[in-house]
T-cell receptor, first 115, second 107 residues
């Protein structure tokens, strides 16, 4: 079964540093997403991306966050200047199409620890 | 956004027991998924089930969309079933997750 692959599985970074989380969505999927889960809390929506632009973003996704699809296979989330409260599990997901009828495939996540 | 409530919040089972997890949601939805988050934090897709019933081995799920709930059944539980089970419903272009049911299966 096709998978969404995320790297690294765990990243530790110092406060104020830039970090890039990487994802390889399923190859024929067109919609890409990032979600975040702070330890012990709900999984929360960050951003959706289609046709090389952001289609929707949450209040969490402020100016320190950016997303990019630098080539035909990777989808990245960049956090410009990390804060302690950015420590969380970050999940990438992709779907074949948009709209309510299409399910997502989630990756296994990247655990980001900001120290 | 859509409110998603899961019950029970915590569940402890003896290995071999059966369980039912419930997910209630506040609005009509056309998309619902169940996930298992293992102790390492990885999110595993279990079912895409906007309506009806599906089965996969010892797990099965039923969604009654008209009554705004879904149920996840785990039969003959094993210690590897431990973790947090989330249901998520789709509204617009994003999923709304419940707070999860934390399951511990003891040998």
């Amino acid at each position: 079964e096709p998978e969404v692959t995320q790297t690294p599985s765990h990243q530790v970074t110092q406060m104020g540093q830039e970090v890039i989380l990487r994802c390889v969505p399923i190859s024929n999927h067109l919609y890409f997403y990032w979600y975040r889960q702070i330890l012990g809390q709900k999984v929360e929506f960050l951003v959706s991306f289609y046709n090389n632009e952001i289609s929707e973003k949450s209040e969490i996704f402020d100016d320190q966050f950016s997303v990019e699809r630098p080539d035909g296979s990777n989808f990245t989330l960049k956090i410009r200047s990390t804060k302690l409260e950015d420590s969380a599990m970050y999940f990438c997901a992709s779907s074949e199409a948009g709209g309510e009828y299409y399910g997502y495939t989630f990756g296994s996540g990247t655990r980001l620890t900001v120290v | 956004g859509i409110q998603v409530e899961q019950s029970p919040p915590d569940l402890i089972l003896q290995e071999g027991a059966n369980s039912t997890l419930r997910c209630n949601f506040s609005d009509s939805v056309n998309n619902l998924q169940w996930f298992h988050q293992n102790p390492w934090g990885q999110l595993i897709n279990l079912f895409y089930i906007p309506s009806g019933t599906k089965q996969n081995g010892r797990l099965s799920a039923t969604t009654v969309a008209t009554e705004r709930y879904s149920l996840l059944y785990i039969s003959s539980s094993q210690t590897t079933d431990s973790g947090v089970y989330f249901c998520a419903v789709k509204g617009g272009n994003q999923f709304y997750f419940g707070t999860g049911t934390s399951l511990t299966v003891i040998p």
